[in-house]
């Protein structure tokens, strides 16, 4: 997390509420400034006078008059033109219903209704029939698709005296989560084109040569740009990965499709990230019936190689900022710089297969033109993502202001 975060904490009517300065006190330690909301209910389970204590700023709510101090002031328009991140901890099912619906009948829903670039996430509490109810999940579901972050619930003994899930996540996890974020909207203005997730190539109807690639890093990389502020494109093959919402979405199979379509792509982005796991080759024939084994014992399956995607955009670039990625399985960092060199791009990370492959951590080194490497050490892939970006946007920057 940059100290440079700037996070609107939304307070809802729960009993998790009382949880809320605690939670503050993490967010400032891990660097964030901090301003948070009250919703009417909120006041019964926290106390205003720590909250601005600890955030040395005024707690924003309904009630109080904040007009007195500013008498022109739209607070649910202020914040969310300040924020990077409205977190709302906890969500109770009311309020999450009002999200998901539009309803914007107090300065918390009001202001998420304002919200244009910053991100929003939810934590939600509530009882457990509460949660498991139709109604909550198809209103979760419905801020899924707008892009919006939801924690997930835990288990345990609740206020109710029932035991399931719904409790509130741990405010340790819930902190660790947002030092994922990157560091603040670096990437305004930029347009960002990403490949993910495996190409498919097919050898009969019903047969296919694949990889085990998941997406889960160019979904990671493409939710990570968003959060920074740039106009992102995703190049997606078949994976299982959820994909953000607000990115452009442009769906392919085989390797020649995704070159096609990166192609078409390439001129108009800024910044391309090559994260997909294309297949190096593809059966020479493919048959319009599905093989049998009555066809005969042995079937010879003729590959040939596939273009190169990599390469093709490194020799087309005029101003694009060319990222690859190197799947090793021993992590030959000579064999990546070599890559890097032949395929002409700005930078390339180096990933290893059994650090990375199906996994939700990996362990990468970035290796850039002038020669420089950085080693990092094992995160998620949505930190790694983060990591990744920053150092592009840096990059980027010092190139703008040469």
Same mark, same amino acid.
């Given at each position: 997390?940059?100290?440079?975060?700037?996070?609107?904490?939304?307070?809802?009517?729960?009993? %998790?509420?009382?949880?809320?300065?605690?939670?503050?006190?993490?967010?400032?330690?891990?660097? /964030?400034?901090?301003?948070?909301?009250?919703?009417?209910?909120? !006041?019964?389970?926290?106390?205003?006078? /720590?909250?601005?204590?600890?955030?040395?700023?005024?707690?924003?709510?309904?009630?109080?008059?904040?007009?007195?101090?500013?008498?022109?002031?739209?607070?649910?328009?202020?914040?969310?033109?300040? /924020?990077?991140?409205?977190?709302?901890?906890?969500?109770? %099912?009311?309020?999450?219903? #009002?999200?998901?619906?539009?309803?914007?009948?107090?300065?918390?829903?009001?202001?998420?209704?304002?919200?244009?670039?910053?991100?929003?996430?939810?934590?939600?509490?509530?009882?457990?029939?509460?949660?498991?109810?139709?109604?909550?999940?198809?209103?979760?579901?419905?801020?899924?698709?707008?892009?919006?972050?939801?924690?997930?619930?835990?288990?345990?003994?609740?206020?109710?005296?029932?035991?399931?899930?719904?409790?509130?996540?741990?405010?340790?996890?819930?902190?660790?989560?947002?030092?994922?974020?990157?560091?603040?909207?670096?990437?305004?203005? #930029?347009?960002?084109?990403?490949?993910?997730?495996?190409?498919?190539?097919?050898?009969?109807?019903? !047969?296919?040569?694949?990889?085990?690639?998941?997406?889960?890093?160019?979904?990671?990389?493409?939710?990570?740009?968003?959060?920074?502020?740039?106009?992102?494109?995703?190049?997606?093959?078949?994976?299982?990965?959820?994909?953000?919402?607000?990115?452009?979405?442009?769906?392919?199979?085989?390797?020649?499709?995704?070159?096609?379509?990166?192609?078409?792509?390439?001129?108009?982005?800024?910044?391309?990230?090559?994260?997909?796991?294309?297949?190096?080759?593809?059966?020479?024939? $493919?048959?319009?019936?599905?093989?049998? !084994?009555?066809?005969?014992?042995?079937?010879?399956?003729?590959?040939? %190689?596939?273009?190169?995607?990599?390469?093709?955009?490194? %020799?087309?670039?005029?101003? $694009?900022?060319?990222?690859?990625?190197?799947?090793?399985?021993?992590?030959?960092?000579? $064999?990546?710089?070599?890559?890097?060199?032949?395929?002409?791009?700005?930078?390339?990370?180096?990933?290893?297969?059994?650090?990375?492959?199906? #996994?939700?951590?990996? $362990?990468?080194?970035?290796?850039?033109?002038?020669?420089?490497?950085?080693?990092?050490?094992?995160?998620?892939?949505?930190?790694? /993502?983060?990591?990744?970006?920053?150092?592009?946007?840096?990059?980027?920057?010092?190139?703008?202001?040469?």
């Amino acid at each position: 997390m940059s100290c440079g975060l700037k996070l609107v904490l939304g307070i809802t009517g729960g009993i %998790a509420a009382y949880k809320a300065p605690g939670l503050v006190r993490l967010l400032l330690k891990h660097g /964030a400034t901090v301003r948070t909301v009250l919703t009417p209910h909120a !006041r019964s389970f926290v106390g205003e006078e /720590a909250l601005r204590t600890l955030t040395h700023h005024i707690v924003y709510q309904d009630t109080q008059s904040t007009s007195t101090l500013y008498p022109n002031s739209l607070d649910h328009i202020s914040l969310a033109e300040w /924020a990077d991140c409205l977190l709302v901890a906890p969500a109770t %099912a009311n309020t999450i219903a #009002k999200l998901a619906h539009g309803i914007g009948d107090n300065l918390l829903t009001t202001l998420a209704l304002s919200l244009r670039e910053a991100s929003l996430i939810l934590a939600p509490a509530m009882n457990t029939e509460m949660w498991r109810h139709p109604a909550t999940q198809a209103n979760l579901n419905v801020l899924r698709d707008r892009g919006t972050t939801i924690l997930p619930v835990t288990d345990g003994e609740l206020a109710c005296g029932t035991t399931g899930p719904g409790r509130m996540l741990d405010i340790e996890d819930i902190a660790a989560h947002i030092r994922q974020l990157p560091e603040g909207r670096t990437l305004i203005g #930029k347009r960002v084109l990403i490949s993910s997730g495996p190409t498919v190539e097919q050898i009969d109807p019903v !047969r296919v040569i694949t990889n085990k690639s998941s997406g889960k890093m160019g979904a990671a990389l493409a939710e990570q740009a968003l959060l920074m502020g740039a106009q992102v494109t995703l190049v997606a093959g078949p994976a299982l990965a959820q994909l953000p919402a607000q990115a452009r979405i442009v769906r392919v199979s085989a390797a020649r499709e995704m070159k096609s379509a990166l192609e078409q792509e390439f001129g108009c982005c800024d910044i391309c990230i090559m994260a997909a796991a294309v297949s190096d080759y593809r059966p020479e024939k $493919q048959s319009t019936q599905k093989l049998s !084994r009555r066809t005969g014992p042995e079937i010879n399956l003729k590959l040939v %190689a596939n273009p190169d995607i990599a390469e093709a955009l490194g %020799a087309a670039k005029r101003n $694009q900022y060319l990222v690859c990625f190197s799947l090793q399985t021993n992590g030959d960092e000579q $064999q990546a710089r070599e890559k890097m060199q032949r395929k002409q791009c700005d930078m390339m990370v180096l990933n290893r297969v059994g650090d990375s492959l199906e #996994k939700d951590t990996t $362990q990468v080194s970035i290796f850039y033109a002038d020669h420089r490497v950085d080693r990092l050490e094992t995160m998620s892939k949505l930190q790694a /993502a983060g990591e990744i970006l920053g150092r592009i946007a840096h990059v980027c920057s010092d190139q703008a202001h040469e």
